[in-house]
């Protein structure tokens, strides 16, 4: 009988970028709702914490509760204590190594260089990966912006800052997701435990070291492009150029345009924010409303699958860095076109070293 066929089942493949497949990439769900309405809550705090105090930084802790949250209380919490310990090394070793390159670009652009092959070769063999990541990446930003302070008091003061501005905005994600998000119902795995620090393969592949060097490579080659032509505004090319950078060429390339599309998107609504909504605002509740309606089209976007969620991450990188450049209303276009034309460039420096310099290819990784 006709009323007993079974419907026809929905594809499992969808075609990337169709009606479908947006559909169901956006599709709601309870627990998308709440973790957007956690961030878009937890971005809101962070600007009038930081509008009201004057914190530095408001781009930085803004972007926080984006980055650090995670589907689940405990992975958010390993999160944020993974991030503090990372932050904390990678500022104190930063400071430790401007006693000898600050005011030495021969010292500091070497040092900028091997941190960062160091945290990237150590993402790839350490069992805690993002730990050694993190460090690296502090310590080689930090070096990269050390040039454009006038003073060591004042960079001093700023790196002790930045390590406010970016512990309070992950510790408000940690606390709210701690008391909004359900409790894990799943039992408890028996998860086999590592048996050691390093991954089986980090003494005997030679991928560890291509990958740490082809992104050391990627990111100072942009620092020296900009810095030469005195473009510096464009620094986020050398940040695109670490946080892009996957296993596999395929990965790092997708990886790549998800950070276009949500730099693109995120750029537009700066850019809409600045001309027609900056001139208007006079109070911090019009600033905290735009800001919470930019939050949750980035949250839901960055709660979905992994085929998408970086999109969202990138979409609220690209607007609170290009909105937020004072306490005060900012007219100014530079920063938004900087920004994008940065990322951009990093995109482009890192796609044409990871396909042509020893590519790494996801089915050479299966096999292994």
């Known amino acids: 009988m006709s009323a007993i066929t079974a419907p026809a089942a929905e594809p499992v493949i969808l075609p990337f970028g169709s009606f479908g497949?947006?559909?169901?990439?956006?599709?709601?769900?309870?627990?998308?709702?709440?973790?957007?309405?956690?961030?878009?809550?937890?971005?809101?705090?962070?600007?009038?914490?930081?509008?009201?105090?004057?914190?530095?930084?408001?781009?930085?802790?803004?972007?926080m509760p984006f980055f650090m949250s995670k589907q689940s209380k405990f992975l958010t919490t390993l999160t944020g204590v993974i991030g503090l310990i990372g932050l904390t090394i990678g500022i104190g070793a930063s400071l430790l190594l401007y006693k000898f390159t600050y005011g030495h670009p021969e010292l500091r652009i070497p040092g900028m260089a091997i941190a960062l092959f160091l945290g990237?070769?150590?993402?790839?063999?350490?069992?805690?990966?993002?730990?050694?990541?993190?460090?690296?990446?502090?310590?080689?930003?930090?070096?990269?912006?050390?040039?454009?302070?006038?003073?060591?008091?004042?960079?001093?003061?700023g790196l002790l800052w930045l390590w406010v501005a970016i512990v309070y905005g992950a510790g408000l994600i940690v606390v709210l997701n701690a008391l909004f998000l359900p409790d894990e119902k799943k039992a408890a795995e028996h998860r086999p435990k590592p048996k050691s620090l390093f991954v089986p393969d980090a003494l005997t592949n030679p991928a560890h070291v291509q990958f740490a060097l082809k992104v050391t490579f990627a990111a100072m080659f942009c620092y020296i492009v900009y810095m030469a032509i005195d473009w510096?505004?464009?620094?986020?090319?050398?940040?695109?150029?670490?946080?892009?950078?996957?296993?596999?060429?395929?990965?790092?390339?997708y990886k790549g345009t998800l950070?276009?599309?949500?730099?693109?998107?995120?750029?537009?609504?700066?850019?809409?924010?600045?001309?027609?909504?900056?001139?208007?605002?006079?109070?911090?509740?019009?600033?905290?409303?735009?800001?919470?309606?930019?939050?949750?089209?980035?949250?839901?976007?960055?709660?979905?699958?992994?085929?998408?969620?970086?999109?969202?991450?990138?979409?609220?990188?690209?607007f609170f860095y290009s909105v937020f450049q004072g306490y005060a209303p900012d007219?100014?276009?530079?920063?938004?076109?900087?920004?994008?034309?940065?990322?951009?460039?990093?995109?482009?420096?890192?796609?044409?070293?990871?396909?042509?310099?020893?590519?790494?290819?996801?089915?050479?990784?299966?096999s292994k």
């Open 21 to 63: 497949w947006f559909k169901r990439e956006l599709a709601p769900t309870p627990e998308r709702a709440r973790r957007t309405a956690i961030m878009v809550a937890a971005a809101v705090l962070c600007v009038i914490i930081s509008m009201t105090l004057q914190v530095p930084e408001l781009s930085v802790t803004a972007y």
């Open 331 to 366: 007219t100014d276009l530079d920063n938004v076109r900087n920004r994008v034309v940065g990322i951009l460039f990093g995109l482009i420096v890192t796609g044409l070293v990871f396909q042509y310099i020893w590519p790494e290819r996801a089915s050479q990784r299966n």
């Open 259 to 318: 950070r276009m599309v949500g730099c693109i998107i995120g750029g537009a609504l700066a850019l809409f924010t600045i001309v027609f909504m900056m001139p208007h605002m006079e109070t911090i509740a019009s600033l905290v409303v735009v800001v919470a309606c930019a939050s949750a089209i980035a949250g839901w976007v960055a709660t979905g699958s992994e085929r998408i969620s970086y999109a969202g991450l990138q979409l609220a990188f690209a």
């Open 120 to 157: 990237m070769y150590v993402s790839r063999i350490f069992v805690l990966g993002p730990l050694g990541f993190l460090i690296g990446f502090v310590v080689a930003v930090s070096q990269s912006v050390g040039e454009a302070v006038p003073s060591p008091e004042l960079l001093v003061r």
């Open 232 to 253: 510096s505004g464009i620094h986020t090319a050398f940040i695109t150029c670490t946080f892009i950078a996957l296993e596999s060429t395929e990965a790092t390339l």
